[in-house]
């Protein structure tokens, strides 16, 4: 058995996301295999040990069984090799098991009295478990089947999510029909059962699945297969596993402030690029960039980069102002004079007044979406519904449809010619920003492409058409950034999906700059959201690594000498 390796490499894979959980199972693993405990030959062999309680049993008329039958079915049972000394038997020769039951809640009577009575979701594997959420009367137990269970008892959930968890009982207690009680032999101490319940959870899960609701039974249960050790070795291992959990503790324990700790730089680093100017800036910008690769260590970590990006795009912060710039009042005005144009204005001034959220450049100027673009708003749904879609012809774009990183086909519905003209106010156009303003996925954003030829929109995404071409690409910048999505969600209204209104969106304020330094903002957020990207792929070729290592260091320890 080769676990001092595993340890020896534990650096290389603390930083493995199920690293802890996974060297959890290990130690149960090696517990039930006997390699976690030396064996002693003047331990008394489990195989006497359970002759002498099965032999207890029938006198007691509890079981039937032949004692020789018995012992020489149980030889052939093990699904891997134990200790000479150890004996395979079956969860029903070492337990007497049985299951609860629900009272009716139509009769209050049964209810609301002073004995305990526990439902699965209430067992989360405690090994000291006194009370429960709901209690019965002493009616309910007369009138009601229920196997009464005693402290000492080990519970064993069957059914939906919570099958596999289980508990060691501190009191009597009853059980609903979920619960699965056993009071162990004297071949079997209860909390050896625990250990080796928790050992045993996926297998129990992966049986239980196949029907509408996971579960398994006490029919399931009785025949499983255990590896008994001697009762003085079941003593050790319970030590011992309680010894390397203690550990496992203290290793989920620093991993969790070393986290902790690097989460609270990124912050703090990330913070000082949002809030700092000047040589400030310039300074926190380059402490961000040294440390970046030793500080990010999660994907999460990256997510939170790329909102500083956008932060930092959107507030004129990641790239030099240039005085040769065409003023961006020039900018406004030809805006204006578009959408004269199309409305027929005859002022030369925004129609709306932009707020100002947040400090910008000088040569900077708030303006509203409502001032920027020529068409937003929501598309609609195709009369008749789902019923017009038909195989081929112009696709009709949904939410499932809209990603920040852009229109995504391959689950697009599509609507026949005729439905499109008569849907021509939804039409997407090459440049548009599409919004999903409704639902889980709000706030996602796209860019339409210059090669797109035609499609209409669902009434669950906007249209937002900038005026002049080539501020598509900025203003999807802005759509993206912390700022705006801040106000979509704050601003969403109506029941159940949520939503986006018109009127809402056209008010949003958006900070506008020269349109050559837009330019060379998307080109330095392309720049740093590709360094982004390659982050984000050496974390997960070192998490796959890491998890290779982990596997292969698991499997070595478990097969080695077996």
Not at 39 to 58: C, F, G, H, M, S
Not at 529 to 551: F, G, P, V
Request: glycine share 8%; with cysteine; net charge neutral.
């Amino acid at each position: 058995m080769n676990a001092e390796r595993l340890l020896r490499h534990y650096e290389k894979i603390a930083d493995t996301p199920d690293a802890i959980p996974r060297l959890r199972r290990f130690i149960l693993e090696l517990a039930v295999r006997g390699k976690l405990v030396p064996q002693d030959e003047n331990d008394e062999p489990a195989e006497e040990i359970l002759k002498r309680t099965v032999n207890q049993k029938a006198r007691k008329r509890i079981v039937q069984e032949d004692n020789a039958k018995l012992t020489n079915h149980l030889n052939d049972l093990g699904p891997y090799s134990i200790p000479t000394n150890w004996l395979w038997t079956t969860l029903g020769a070492v337990g007497d098991w049985g299951s609860g039951a629900t009272p009716s809640r139509s009769n209050l009577d049964y209810y609301g009295g002073e004995i305990t009575w526990l439902k699965s979701g209430e067992l989360n594997d405690n090994r000291h478990l006194v009370g429960s959420e709901e209690t019965i009367t002493q009616l309910a137990m007369q009138e009601c089947s229920f196997r009464i269970n005693k402290a000492g008892d080990v519970l064993f959930a069957m059914y939906g999510a919570t099958i596999g968890k289980v508990a060691i009982l501190a009191e009597t207690a009853v059980t609903n029909q979920a619960v699965c009680g056993c009071t162990p032999s004297d071949a079997l101490l209860n909390q050896y059962l625990f250990m080796f319940l928790l050992s045993h959870r996926q297998k129990f899960q992966q049986s239980g699945r196949g029907g509408a609701q996971p579960n398994t039974s006490k029919q399931k249960i009785v025949p499983t297969p255990i590896p008994l050790p001697p009762l003085a070795e079941q003593r050790r291992i319970v030590s011992k596993v309680d010894e390397l959990m203690g550990l496992c503790d203290e290793l989920e324990s620093r991993r969790e402030e070393r986290e902790g700790y690097r989460d609270g730089l990124v912050r703090s680093s990330y913070g000082r690029l949002n809030e700092t100017e000047g040589n400030d800036f310039r300074a926190a910008a380059s402490f961000a960039i040294k440390t970046l690769g030793s500080l990010t260590a999660r994907s999460n970590q990256i997510k939170h980069l790329r909102q500083t990006i956008l932060n930092l795009a959107v507030r004129g912060k990641l790239v030099p102002q240039d005085p040769t710039d065409e003023p961006v009042e020039e900018l406004v005005k030809k805006l204006i004079d578009v959408k004269k144009k199309l409305s027929g204005l005859r002022n030369d001034a925004p129609k709306s007044h932009a707020i100002t959220p947040f400090p910008i450049p000088s040569r900077w100027s708030w303006i509203t979406i409502g001032d920027t673009c020529t068409k937003t708003g929501s598309g609609s749904t195709p009369r008749g519904g789902k019923d017009v879609y038909v195989q081929n012809g112009v696709p009709f774009l949904r939410s499932q449809n809209v990603y920040n990183d852009g229109v995504r086909l391959d689950d697009v519905a599509y609507i026949d010619e005729s439905t499109h003209v008569r849907m021509s106010g939804t039409s997407v156009k090459p440049g548009d920003l599409l919004l999903n303003i409704t639902g889980g996925s709000m706030g996602r954003c796209c860019r339409v492409p210059d090669h797109f030829a035609i499609a209409n929109i669902s009434q669950h995404v906007a249209i937002i058409r900038p005026a002049i071409r080539g501020l598509e690409d900025f203003l999807h910048l802005v759509v993206l950034s912390p700022y705006f999505q801040a106000f979509v969600f704050e601003s969403q209204t109506g029941a159940g999906r949520g939503g986006l209104p018109k009127n809402k969106m056209d008010q949003i304020s958006v900070p506008l700059p020269p349109l050559a330094e837009q330019r060379r903002i998307v080109a330095k957020v392309n720049e740093l959201n590709a360094l982004c990207d390659e982050l984000e792929s050496s974390l997960t070729t070192t998490d796959t690594t890491r998890k290779q290592l982990l596997e292969s260091l698991l499997i070595e320890a478990l097969t080695t000498n077996d």
